[in-house]
């Protein structure tokens, strides 16, 4: 082989290996992306199974509530009701919600018992 064979055959492969090393880069910044893409998809799949863990949480909560409340001698009056939703740690509006009173009505119990 002469020189200029030798040479065009050089640049050539010059030319290859820098076409490969440039599809690479394009490859690994496409990657790059991907990867960020399916990070901030985690991220929220993560923030929505803590949010179905916190109500699935506050519904056995609630099926507790009522359970208890079911399970209650049938003199129990609305005023025992209340008191045994608050001391259960419930809120004055997750009481009223289950029972179907008003928020005040629950307030006003809850004063005169406490």
Known sequence: MDK???SATTKTEKA???DI???MARFE???DSAFKRLS???EI???IE???ETKIANLERLMHVNDCISSQPSESNRRYEVVALARRGLKIDEIAEILGITQGEVELTLNLNF
């Open 45 to 47: 799949l993560e923030a």
């Open 21 to 23: 090393r440039a599809e």
């Open 40 to 42: 901030k998809q985690v």
């Open 50 to 52: 803590a949010s179905v």
């Open 16 to 18: 290859s290996a820098d």
């Open 4 to 6: 200029q064979t030798v």
């Open 29 to 31: 910044k496409f990657i």
